[in-house]
């Protein structure tokens, strides 16, 4: 059974840092694109930035030279650091497995999030 479980959401202030972690179980995943999308209250999802299975890492204009997409397949974690965050990034944040257009067409896909706060 494939499991995404996300963690290290919380508050923090405009210009602060935190990184959110997601744990894969159930499949091979160094094999598999990792995504994060993130879904504001009364807004739709976007995505936020992907890790091929090559390392190779893509992000939103909105997010771009603030946060950074990693993994450790030998730990089967990706993790997305959010540095400068503002109010903006506000949202609950999801880890999934897939490229973009998968993922974003896909929900069940999905983890179950992790809230993220910013806030002075």
């Known amino acids: 059974q494939i499991q995404l479980v996300e963690s290290g959401g919380g508050m923090v202030q405009p210009g602060g840092s935190l990184r959110l972690s997601c744990v894969a179980v159930g499949f091979t995943f160094s094999n598999y694109d990792m995504t994060w999308v993130r879904q504001a209250p009364g807004k739709g999802p976007e995505w936020v930035s992907t890790?091929?299975?090559?390392?190779?890492?893509f992000y939103a204009d909105a997010v771009k030279g603030r946060f950074t997409i990693s993994r450790d397949n030998a730990k089967n974690t990706v993790y997305l650091q959010m540095n400068n965050p503002t109010p903006e990034d506000t949202a609950q944040y999801y880890c999934?497995?897939?490229?973009?257009?998968?993922?974003?067409?896909?929900?069940?896909?999905w983890g179950q999030g992790t809230q993220v706060t910013v806030s002075s």
């Open positions: 999934a497995r897939g490229s973009r257009a998968i993922v974003m067409m896909n929900k069940a896909s």
């Open positions: 890790i091929n299975a090559g390392f190779v890492t």
